[in-house]
Each structure stands twice: as C-alpha cells, then as structure tokens.
C-alpha cells in the first residue's frame, strides 16, 4: 500500500509539472520546470519520456547558452546512458558536464558527476580510477548530507576495495552505506550490505557477526523470495556448524538444501551439500556424509567453484582418514594443496595490480585526469628521415666489407681454438683419471675407518652387557635364591615384585635397544615404509607402560590425533617405546607426560612431553651420540645410555628429524618429524 500511494504521489507530481510546463511562456522558467520533470521521470525509470524532455530543454538552453541548464541537460543525458550500459556517450556526458559545473564553480554538481564517473568504472572493473573518483565526491556529499548520493558512493567504494581484497576498508564502508540505507529504507541496499558484512567477517573468522549479519538478512520483508533464502540459508547454516550448534546447523542447511533443490539453484545446493557432508562427519554419520561430498563434489567442477572444492578435498581427506582409508585420504590432500597453490597463484597474479592504490590520490573534487600528448610529424621530419636512410646506405657497404674481413679472420681462431681444445681435452682426461684414483683411496679409506667403528661398537656392547645385564640378573637370581631358600614370607614376596619386574624390564629393554642399535651400526636396518595411522601406535604404547605409569603416580594426557605418516611402522614403534620410557623414567610422583601429534607444512609432527627433572644445557648435546650417556631415574633406574641413539637412527633412515627442547627442573618435550608421502629423490 505505502509503495503504491508513493507511485501514484510520483505520477501526480510528473502530470502537474507537464501541465505547469505547458502552460509558461517564459523560456528559462520553462527550462527549470523541464529539468524538475526530467529529475522526476529519471527517479522513476522512465528513461525514453525523460529523453524526449532532454531534447527539447537541451535546444532551449543552447539558444538562450544557459549554462546551469546545459550542464545539468548533460549529466541527466549521461546518467540515462549509463542505465543503458552505453559506456562512451555517459563517460562522454559525464565530463562534458563536469567542465560546465566547474566553469559555474558548483562544487556539489561536481561531486555529484566523480560520484556518478565512480560507480560505471567501478562497475566495469577499473577499480583504482573507481576509487578516485568516488572518494573525490565523499568529502562535498557529507558536508551536504545528501544521503542517497551517500549510499551510491559508499557502496561503490565498498564494493571497489572488496574486488581488490582491502577487506577492513570494504567493512568499513559497507557499515557505513548500511547505516544510511536502514535510515532511507533501502531494504534491497541494506540486504545487500548485510549479505557483504556477514560473508566479510566469515572470512575473518568472526561467526558471531556473520550469524547476526545472515540473520538481519532472514528478517527482512525480501527474505520471502527463494532466491534470497537459497543463498542465505546454507552460509548460516555453516556459521552455526562453526560452533557446534548441531540443531541450529541442522535446521538452516536442510530449509537450504530444500530450497535450492526445488529452484535447482546448484551455487546455494553446492553450500547445503558441503556444509551437511561436514555436520553428518561430526556426528559420525559417515555413509550420508560420504554420499553428500560426492554429490558437492561434482557441482564445484561443474561449476568452477574453487572455494567450495577446497573446501570439499578438505572434508573427504578428513571423512577417509576416520575411515582408515589412508591412500585415499593422502590423495585427497594432494588435490587440497594443488588447488589452493594454483589459486593462490592465479588470485596473487589477478590483484597485483589493483591493489596498488596511488598513496597520492588527488581527492579534490576538481581533479582532472592526464591528457594525451599528440604527436605530428612535419614535412621537415620526413626530409631529415631520406637523408638519414641515404647515409645509412652508404655506411652498409663499409658494414658488409668488415664483415667479409672478420668472416676470414674468424676462421683463422676457429682453426686455432680446436687445435688447443683437443690439448685441453688430453689433460682434463689425465686430472679426471688422477681425482678418481683419489676418490678410490678416500673410499678406502673410509671403508677402514667404518670397520674399525664396527669393531669399537662390538667392543662397547661386550662392556655394556657384561655390565648392566650382569646387575639386572644378579638381582632376579638373588630373588630366585631367597625364594629357594624358603626365607622369604608372604608379604616380603609381594613388596620384592615390583623390584624384580623393574629388573626384568630392564634387562628386555637393554637387550631390545643393543640388538637394534648393533644392527643400525652394522647397515642391515632396511626400512619398509607405508602410510599407518599414529594414533593406533600411541595407544599399543601406551598399554604397554600403563602398569608403571600407575605404580609410579605419573598422569598421562593423550593429545594424539587421528592422521598419518610414511615411514616403517615398527622402527617409528620403537622410538615412541623408548621415548615413554626415558619420560616415564625421569618422572616422579604426581608429574605428567603429554602425547600429541600435529601436521607442519606437510610433514608430521609428533612430540612426547613430560613435566619431570628435565635435562641441563650441557648435557642435551650428549643424547644422541653414539655413547653410553646416561643418568639414573627418580627411582634410581639405570639406562643404557643407547636408547636416542638408536631412535635418532631410525628415524633419519626414515627420511625424518628427532630433536628435543628442555629445561632442568621443568621438563622436557622430545619432537620427531615425519615425512607424509614418499619423499622425491
């Protein structure tokens, strides 16, 4: 009702002002009324009865050179051509117009046409000269408050800086064009700059403010139509599954998908499907998620969305890998990383220009753009040009007799140049001959070093085993004795047991890392690498010091995630068993150890931390040499010293690193990295 008493106001005030025009014999007051009837009739669409006036009132005021009149005939002329999508005759108009409203010093006119020259370049994709057209209007819009002028140039420049990814200067006009838009009434503007802010702040990871963005646009009378449902819909559906509001997500994506599905709108249908695939993988519905990626899947190739297929590779490397299909996981990932490479890429190369903004953009409203310099060429020019080419012709002989003199002498050097580079090739055979023969005596010389190495290491096991086993044995057999004897009673047994399975233990783990560390020194540790997942390894672990962690009053925190690795499986076992066991030996009563496992840049990282006495400066440099470093437990437990040797062997045969960060007193945490993929040659 409002809008059709506001038409048929707009018709009533078009007719008086024909009438009143119809009826003036003065000629400029007959100007006046035709520029107010054209105002209006522009404000109305109807461009071909403005047109008509524009015809009439332009020969008028040509007659009587009213320039005020000339001047706004022009830019009324311009703007219909610019609803028409003619480019040349609006840009045309628009600076024709400009030159008269600054001859007439009408700074408002003036902004009013840079406003104008803005929007059509903006629209076009000139972004920069968009820029300095629309802010060279702001400053003289504002100080007149004319609002509706206000709303064009905010939006325009919001629109311009978010095409060239300036995304807090887009925010911030498009809260300011919003604010104006609320107080016009503007619902289809307001829809427009809500949908803007809400997909703005998405980006920015800001959900809550997209939420109350998405939600205004829900809210508003336009939000009836399905095409705006179909697009808003999905988005808040995803922002809601940003934080685990399952309901919430649930309803919005399933009106969505419903939507889109009736309009056969693929661009909304692609958002639904993505955004459900991701809640039904949450809460573990794997088959309905599975089947709803495949289907987002086809329409982000069919559509060329590159934001959405990211975001599907993403979702089905995460969707196969909770399935255990750890191939088909890895291969998704690759995609994920061509494609965001490729877009990067192509994004970078896109807006390298654009986004360089002259710093000294001239923002008074008058500014005028640079004039191309025309060049004529003179009768004077083209004589000098035939004296030039005569003398240019007579310097070619001379040229064509060096070069047949330089054609002999070159001939001469060439003869000259391969008598030598035959010498030349004679002795490089006789120094390749004398550096391979250096090579062979440094080979061999390696090789003796190596068996010497080989015999030491033979050497270092015999003293370590004659040692360390010699204690651990002696205890069990002293235990073994006692208990033959007959003079141990019952509860003298149970207190001995924890001691003799701590001496047992021991004895498996020195005899498990000398056999291990012998082989890695000896070269016969070949490794078989696969894709296997760490999580599995970090539980069979950690059953295995469950017992001891418990006796000991150590707390374990498991971090781990599900993901994957490509390395031997059982070496990367037995570094994880000796790194628990050196935390769980430097732990005392009421410490922790910490398992967790993350991805950086493209490789698995793994760590194991631990709250206990932690390692000085002076020591961590001796942890990984082939030595027998060690120190005693808090319970006084012995070690071989072997262990991080041997984990720092496998895991380099592993195509990987090992390393750790300490502070005595504090603890300790030991990283080993990990390739993802086969690694390149």
């Known amino acids: 009702m409002l809008f059709m008493s506001i038409s048929f106001s707009q018709t009533n005030d078009i007719d008086n002002l024909a009438l009143e025009l119809a009826f003036q014999d003065k000629d400029s007051l007959k100007i006046e009324t035709s520029l107010k009837l054209i105002k209006a009739l522009y404000e109305i669409n109807d461009y071909e009865r403005a047109l008509e006036y524009i015809l009439k009132s332009e020969k008028l005021s040509n007659n009587l050179n009213y320039k005020k009149g000339i001047a706004e005939i022009t830019y009324y002329k311009a703007l219909i051509y610019a609803q028409k999508n003619d480019y040349i005759n609006a840009i045309s108009g628009y600076n024709e117009s400009k030159k008269l409203f600054s001859t007439l010093k009408d700074t408002l006119s003036v902004a009013k046409v840079n406003n104008s020259i803005g929007l059509i370049e903006i629209n076009r994709g000139n972004y920069n000269k968009g820029l300095q057209y629309s802010l060279a209007a702001i400053k003289e819009l504002e100080s007149r408050h004319l609002y509706k002028e206000l709303n064009l140039a905010y939006s325009n420049l919001a629109k311009a800086y978010y095409n060239i990814q300036l995304f807090e200067k887009a925010i911030q006009f498009y809260e300011k064009a919003l604010n104006i838009q609320l107080s016009l009434n503007d619902t289809k503007g307001s829809n427009e700059s809500h949908s803007k802010l809400a997909e703005l702040y998405s980006n920015k990871k800001e959900h809550r403010k997209a939420i109350e963005y998405y939600e205004k646009v829900l809210e508003s009378s336009e939000s009836k139509n399905d095409s705006v449902r179909g697009k808003v819909l999905p988005k808040l559906g995803g922002e809601y599954l940003m934080f685990k509001d399952y309901d919430k997500a649930t309803k919005y994506l399933i009106l969505g998908y419903n939507i889109n599905t009736r309009t056969k709108n693929n661009a909304g249908l692609l958002l639904a499907l993505n955004n459900l695939g991701d809640l039904n993988l949450q809460q573990g519905r794997l088959k309905i998620a599975e089947k709803q990626l495949l289907e987002a899947g086809k329409i982000a190739k069919n559509l060329n969305n590159k934001t959405e297929l990211l975001k599907h590779y993403k979702l089905m490397k995460a969707l196969d890998s909770t399935n255990g299909r750890f191939d088909k996981a890895f291969e998704w990932q690759r995609k994920y990383y061509q494609l965001k490479n490729n877009s990067l890429n192509k994004s970078e190369s896109k807006i390298s220009h654009l986004t360089k903004i002259p710093d000294d953009l001239d923002l008074n409203s008058n500014f005028k753009e640079p004039q191309e310099k025309n060049i004529v060429t003179t009768q004077t020019d083209s004589k000098k040009t035939l004296e030039t080419n005569k003398r240019l012709n007579k310097y070619k002989l001379i040229l064509y007799g060096l070069l047949a003199a330089l054609i002999v002498v070159s001939a001469l050097l060439i003869l000259v140049y391969f008598k030598r580079n035959s010498n030349i090739k004679y002795t490089q055979e006789l120094e390749e001959k004398n550096v391979k023969i250096e090579l062979q005596n440094e080979s061999f010389s390696e090789q003796t070093k190596h068996l010497e190495n080989v015999n030491n290491v033979k050497d270092k096991l015999f003293s370590i085993v004659s040692h360390d086993l010699k204690d651990s044995l002696s ?121 967790s496992n993350h991805i950086s840049n493209g490789t698995c990282i793994v760590s194991i931390a631990d709250t206990g006495i932690g390692i000085s400066k002076e020591n961590i440099g001796k942890l990984f040499n082939n030595s027998s470093f060690t120190t005693m437990g808090t319970d006084n437990e012995k070690g071989t010293g072997l262990g991080l040797s041997i984990c720092k062997e496998l895991v380099e045969l592993n195509n990987g690193k090992i390393w750790v960060e300490s502070t005595k007193g504090q603890g300790s945490t030991f990283y080993v990295q990990l390739p993802k993929s086969r690694p390149s040659s």
């Open 475 to 595: 205890s069990i057999n002293g235990f073994i004795d006692l208990l033959k004897d007959g003079s141990l009673s019952r509860e003298e047994f149970d207190n001995l047991i924890p001691e003799l399975s701590e001496n047992a233990n021991n004895a498996s783990l020195l005899l498990f890392n000398l056999l291990n560390w012998s082989k890695s020194q000896m070269q016969s540790l070949e490794p078989k690498p696969s894709l296997f997942d760490i999580q599995e390894v970090f539980e069979t672990k950690l059953k295995l010091i469950d017992q001891r962690m418990e006796s000991k009053g150590i707390e374990l925190i498991d971090h781990s995630l599900r993901d994957f690795a490509y390395a031997d499986r059982s070496m990367f076992e037995i570094v994880v068993q000796n790194l628990l066991a050196n935390a769980l030996k430097f732990c005392k009563n009421g410490d922790t150890i910490t398992v």
